[in-house]
């Protein structure tokens, strides 16, 4: 069941991820009228698409880095209660980011998510060592 649950928090993240960055990039193309609304947005959502597959094979090493070691205790960091904490907090704090128009860094509401379930999870033991 926990498992189920951290499925649908990482797919949410991956929405909210989405729904914030997918137009960025291409948003110079519908600005200046080389596009049209539909084809910045396809182009956007297809090399958004590339780049999330090849980011498959090239990030192995930044998914180990960037698992909140040194900030949370390993035994908190593998619980998947933990993980749905991070990822409901992060996919939260993104889409309401993106739905009020705010600027936002997934990067950021990870890491924000990280510290805060650390922080209710230890009572304010947090560890600020790399």
Same mark, same amino acid.
Request: proline content about 2%; overall charge positive.
């Given at each position: 069941?926990?498992?189920?649950?951290?499925?649908?928090?990482?797919?949410?993240?991956?929405?909210? /991820?989405?729904?914030?960055? /997918?137009?960025?990039?291409?948003?110079?193309?519908?600005? $200046?009228? %080389?596009?049209?609304?539909?084809?910045?947005?396809?182009?956007?959502?297809?090399?958004?698409?590339?780049?999330?597959?090849? $980011?498959?094979?090239?990030?192995?090493?930044?998914?180990?880095?960037?698992?909140?070691?040194?900030?949370?205790?390993?035994?908190?960091?593998?619980?998947?209660?933990?993980?749905?904490?991070?990822? *409901?907090?992060?996919?939260? %704090?993104?889409?309401?980011?993106?739905?009020? *128009?705010?600027?936002? $860094?997934?990067?950021?509401?990870?890491?924000?998510?990280?510290?805060?379930?650390?922080?209710?999870?230890?009572? *304010? /033991?947090?560890?600020?060592?790399?």
């Amino acid at each position: 069941m926990l498992t189920s649950i951290l499925f649908i928090s990482v797919c949410f993240l991956a929405y909210a /991820n989405g729904a914030n960055d /997918n137009y960025k990039g291409v948003a110079s193309l519908f600005g $200046s009228g %080389t596009a049209t609304f539909r084809q910045a947005l396809t182009w956007a959502t297809l090399t958004t698409l590339a780049g999330s597959l090849t $980011s498959l094979y090239l990030a192995q090493t930044l998914l180990v880095k960037f698992s909140g070691k040194g900030l949370a205790p390993d035994e908190l960091i593998h619980s998947l209660p933990f993980m749905i904490a991070v990822a *409901g907090g992060a996919g939260m %704090t993104v889409i309401l980011a993106t739905r009020f *128009g705010f600027p936002i $860094s997934t990067t950021h509401a990870l890491l924000g998510a990280m510290a805060g379930s650390t922080l209710l999870a230890t009572s *304010g /033991n947090i560890s600020l060592s790399a």
